[in-house]
């Protein structure tokens, strides 16, 4: 009860707390009668290492439903948070918040159960019920009083103040990472690229690639996928051994080095004199570093299934969520891995692609399908999905309409991958030792 001294203020944030205690022993017992909670348990019930939670979160819900009553009986500014029971409800929820997300980060992410997103979903909310008012899923200090009343607001005030300072310094660091670098700034490493760049490459004729931080599903459908634009996505390699391990030829020798591979030589696909060499792994990497002979040759372990081949290499990738999408059905998984200056000519391919960087950097050139005229598509054989236009040295007098189309680019760094989307026509450079995965699905 609010001592009748109390200031107005108090008394209403006091009568407001009990009013949400209420709402939410009405939520949680709502949650507790719903078809889905009881699917839940059952299904938790079923799913190995899931018996034990389902029983904490049972725990968890009825020592929530407890607290809201104690503190609906006292009018209690702590609502739920206050007592006991909070605490128990807290500490039990945080338990289910860990277990599930252990499931949730182990092994690959199709083969986790739905039924641990479900529980770690269940988990938030039950300990978010925990730490009403102050929602810090701690129980908040108080009872009865103006005294207590203010120093629980004051906390509740201060902890909302550290809170919006913390999302703001977030926000302040993702603007930051997302601010536009200029293109091809000085002394940059895309200045340092730029020798290797096709003429009005990163310049105005064309406009930088869309860029996104580890977007979700949903962003990434909407405005990428089902809108057929390309992007940049960083913050998706985070789990790949590969963006460390294979920067080091000498790993790659360890896992690989005796198996044969299948190297192209030559300027690029479509050029005179080129061809096809069988060689080891460990004599190409050694050959593809800066000045090796490979380079020299434009030596490229181009669109090889190098992970059906050589399993051990397999465990260093991590097939990215965004694939599951469409029909989420893989078509292919292909290794490009060479040395500066290997190019992959204008072309076009009938999938959903995500070029993903492991190693060094590529300048990728992309035209919409509404280009291909000015793409001038081989008219027959083999190659009517690439352009007969060179875009290291166009020719504009065979080939006038190249010189006006529009086209969107970017260098693309070791852990980023870019999105292409079906149909687009791309073009794609390495400027460094490269070495990249493609997924390409329907
Ligand atoms: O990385 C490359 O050189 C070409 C990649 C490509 O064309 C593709 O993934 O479709």
Not at 301 to 314: E, R, T, V
Request: glycine share 10%.
């Amino acid at each position: 009860m609010i001592g009748t001294t109390a200031p107005l203020a108090v008394a209403a944030a006091a009568a407001t707390a009990a009013a949400r205690a209420v709402d939410l022993r009405q939520e949680v017992a709502a949650l507790q009668a719903r078809a889905e909670w009881r699917q839940l348990l059952a299904d938790l019930g079923a799913a190995p290492g899931g018996p034990s939670v389902a029983d904490l979160l049972q725990r968890a819900a009825a020592a929530a439903a407890a607290a809201a009553g104690q503190a609906e009986a006292q009018g209690s500014v702590g609502g739920v948070g206050s007592g006991g029971d909070a605490g128990s409800t807290s500490r039990l929820a945080e338990v289910v918040q860990q277990v599930a997300w252990e499931k949730l980060h182990t092994g690959d992410w199709y083969a986790v159960a739905v039924v641990w997103r479900d529980a770690y979903a269940a988990a938030c909310i039950l300990a978010a019920a925990a730490g009403l008012p102050g929602g810090s899923g701690r129980p908040a200090q108080g009872g009865i009083g103006a005294a207590a009343a203010e120093e629980a607001g004051a906390a509740a005030a201060s902890s909302a103040a550290a809170e919006a300072a913390a999302l703001g310094a977030a926000l302040g660091a993702l603007e930051g990472r997302r601010a536009k670098r200029p293109r091809l700034a000085a002394g940059s490493a895309e200045a340092a690229d730029a020798a290797l760049l096709p003429p009005g490459s990163l310049g105005p004729r064309g406009s930088p690639v869309a860029a996104a931080d580890l977007p979700s599903l949903e962003a990434f459908w909407q405005s990428h996928m089902s809108a057929e634009t390309p992007v940049v996505i960083s913050g998706a390699m985070e789990g790949w051994p590969a963006v460390r391990r294979w920067a080091d030829p000498a790993y790659l020798v360890t896992v690989a080095g005796p198996r044969t591979v299948p190297v192209e030589v030559g300027e690029h696909y479509l050029a005179d004199q080129w061809g096809q060499q069988l060689m080891t792994l460990q004599r190409f990497a050694a050959a593809a570093e800066p000045g090796g002979s490979q380079q020299a040759q434009r030596g490229y372990l181009a669109q090889h299934p190098l992970f059906d081949q050589i399993p051990a290499l397999a465990g260093d990738i991590r097939e990215p969520p965004y694939c599951c999408l469409g029909d989420g059905e893989v078509q292919s998984i292909n290794a490009w891995f060479g040395p500066a200056g290997t190019v992959t000519p204008l072309h076009t391919d009938p999938h959903h692609n995500l070029l993903c960087q492991a190693v060094g950097r590529k300048y990728v050139r992309l035209y919409s399908p509404a280009c291909t005229t000015a793409m001038y598509p081989h008219a027959e054989g083999m190659h009517t999905n690439s352009g007969r236009v060179d875009v290291d040295a166009p020719d504009l007098e065979r080939f006038p309409l190249f010189a006006a189309a529009r086209f969107q680019d970017c260098v693309l760094e070791a852990g980023q991958m870019l999105y292409i989307p079906r149909g687009w026509w791309h073009y794609v450079k390495s400027t460094t030792v490269s070495f990249s995965v493609s997924y390409w699905w329907k």
